[in-house]
């Protein structure tokens, strides 16, 4: 998650008063009013009808079927009519968008509640080594999701969890098999989260390199990042993070156009841009190793080969939308999930610029309140750690984030992993235990999972709708 909130103190009250102009990735077509149809029927829908007149025989659910990005089983688009507040089922709704991939109703269901957006091709590791069911849902307030007006107070652990406990609720109407909910990072958590207030829901879950933090700004991550790789390695980082510095001058130009090759305006005065860039590149660098410490431009290298080594670290650098897209993950951060404390010591000699106010960068109301609730993120702790079952956690050794891992206390059953020297992309199929997780997963959920699967020859380069041309800021 390393969007420029990651890359400072966060000083979320600060700045100069007014709103960023921000590019609008989608219309919100989630209106306000009266909830039809929200009594969620539990009878099973007749499995005489054909898959998509059933799913549109659900209360609440519009579906339409889609070409399959995943090269196997039927697709669908499906959109929910959810309550804004699910303490007042009949009041303001808005629709929430999911993804589908159906190989058959009696096959187990991955269920993937994203803790971002979802998309038609989004995928989980799960779903394609077993090659079997997949339902991705978008997050409340994420493209696709979004309540018109933002109500931004209704945007909490409890809210979504309350989605997600309906889309379970009303999809077993159809998928009466086992279900195990999945996630990485940010949707980890939300797996969690679903979890931890809706137990009974799914058999079991797997959840990769997702952090719980207990305040806006955790102490426990920059001596975790001082303690990756080796003093060589890190001296290389930060020297190179210097040098980036000290060619300020020469670089901005070349952000620039960067972005004017791309179509886009700078959001943000673009000195500002490359130095908030420059402060992120040592955790972007752990994080994701889009490129290795041989890489690192030595002191004779050009300018274009030191902004095409930022570039590629960073995966690009912010535009007003990706600054759009992650606005409700920095609402949450500020206010319950949490973000860690960033220091700079080696930089603070060269650093120009003063943070901007976090209304202002990411264009919220300017009265808007972003109070933490120091009570949330231990109550789900507490819960993983007391009642947690058949639940995998799995961490990634030289990933920042994972500072932020959860210690079990060995009175559950759930299992946690750790692979040295994995990145915020590690998959169950890069652990050696692999195979003894998924047996003691269809342990878990009754099913011989371990006879089904199918285990890519290298670990699946899973797609991130975050990179790329349009999401060029890194995330979790």
Request: with cysteine; aromatic share 10%.
């Amino acid at each position: 998650m390393t969007t420029m909130l990651g890359r400072r103190r966060v000083r979320a009250g600060r700045g100069r008063p007014g709103t960023i102009r921000l590019i609008l990735l989608a219309l919100l077509l989630a209106g306000t009013g009266a909830l039809s149809g929200c009594r969620d029927a539990l009878a099973p829908i007749p499995e005489d009808d054909d898959l998509l007149d059933r799913l549109n025989a659900i209360p609440g659910i519009k579906a339409r079927e889609i070409p399959s990005s995943m090269g196997f089983g039927r697709a669908f688009e499906l959109d929910l009519q959810q309550p804004l507040d699910h303490d007042d089922p009949l009041g303001p709704a808005f629709r929430q968008r999911a993804y589908l991939t159906h190989t058959g109703e009696s096959d187990p269901m991955v269920f993937a509640p994203n803790g971002y957006a979802s998309y038609a091709w989004s995928a989980q590791e799960l779903g394609l080594v077993l090659r079997t069911n997949t339902l991705h849902v978008t997050h409340r307030f994420f493209l696709d999701s979004e309540p018109e007006p933002m109500e931004w107070r209704y945007l909490d652990l409890r809210q979504s969890a309350a989605d997600h406990h309906r889309w379970v609720t009303l999809l077993k109407q159809v998928y009466g098999g086992k279900w195990i909910s999945v996630g990485a990072s940010k949707s980890g958590e939300t797996v969690l989260f679903h979890r931890r207030f809706h137990p009974g829901d799914v058999d079991a879950s797997v959840v990769y390199v997702a952090p719980l933090l207990f305040s806006v700004e955790d102490p426990r991550f920059q001596p975790f990042l001082d303690r990756i790789g080796t003093p060589e390695e890190r001296a290389a980082l930060r020297g190179f993070q210097r040098r980036l510095l000290l060619a300020r001058d020469s670089l901005v130009g070349r952000v620039a156009a960067w972005y004017a090759g791309r179509g886009e305006v700078p959001p943000f005065p673009v000195g500002y841009i490359l130095e908030d860039a420059v402060k992120g590149y040592e955790w972007t660098f752990w994080q994701y190793r889009r490129a290795e410490i041989g890489d690192i431009p030595g002191p004779g290298a050009t300018y274009d080969q030191l902004l095409e080594n930022l570039a590629t670290v960073e995966g690009g650098f912010s535009t007003a939308r990706s600054l759009y897209f992650y606005r409700p993950y920095v609402y949450q951060a500020l206010t319950e999930i949490g973000y860690p404390l960033r220091e700079w010591p080696h930089l603070e000699d060269l650093l120009l610029y003063e943070a901007i106010g976090v209304h202002e960068e990411y264009g919220f109301p300017a009265g808007l309140p972003l109070e933490y609730r120091y009570a949330s993120i231990p109550d789900i702790l507490q819960w993983v750690q007391t009642q947690g079952n058949n639940i995998v956690l799995l961490y990634g050794g030289a990933d920042p984030w994972t500072a932020g891992a959860i210690e079990l206390t060995g009175q559950t059953n759930a299992i946690k992993l750790t692979r040295p020297g994995a990145s915020h992309r590690v998959r169950l199929a890069n652990f050696p235990e692999r195979d003894q997780v998924m047996a003691t997963l269809g342990h878990w959920v009754g099913l011989d999972l371990l006879a089904r699967t199918v285990w890519p020859t290298t670990a699946p380069a899973l797609r991130d709708p975050r990179e790329g041309e349009l999401f060029v800021v890194g995330g979790r």
